[in-house]
């Protein structure tokens, strides 16, 4: 049974940074891609941040871009999310999310939700002004 446990949010000051982990485990083979996704409070979840392991591949939402950054550590099943420069518009629940089978193939480098087949519980970040 594929788990997936996010930690590492928190309360933090706008400007500041954080990093999320997302620990992998149950599964065999290397995944097809796993990502990041965001949910604030009253709003729809929402695309943060995806990587493809087999190419390295990376994918940021434009409201990320330039201040996230994705990373896997492949060795140690584990993905993280490196944020800088948050601002209160961040607030969100993170969750991390993958698709391991290795055959499937995405037309968009943006992940469509519904492919991803296993989900964390969520990490709560809170970024104060």
């Known amino acids: 049974q594929v788990q997936l446990v996010e930690s590492g949010g928190c309360s933090v000051q706008a400007g500041g940074s954080l990093r999320l982990s997302c620990s992998a485990s149950g599964y065999t083979y290397s995944t097809y891609c796993m990502a990041w996704f965001r949910q604030a409070p009253g709003k729809e979840r929402e695309g943060g941040a995806a990587?493809?392991?087999?190419?390295?591949?990376?994918y940021y939402a434009d409201s990320v871009k330039g201040r996230f950054t994705i990373s896997q550590d492949n060795a140690n099943n584990t993905l993280y999310l490196q944020m800088s420069n948050l601002k209160p518009e961040d607030t969100a629940i993170y969750y991390c999310?993958?698709?391991?089978?290795?055959?499937?193939?995405?037309?968009?480098?943006?992940?469509?939700?519904?492919?991803?087949?296993?989900w964390g519980q969520g990490t709560q970040v809170t970024v104060s002004s």
């Open positions: 990587i493809y392991s087999s190419s390295g591949t990376t």
């Open positions: 999310a993958a698709d391991v089978d290795p055959a499937d193939y995405y037309s968009d480098a943006d992940p469509p939700q519904a492919d991803l087949g296993y």
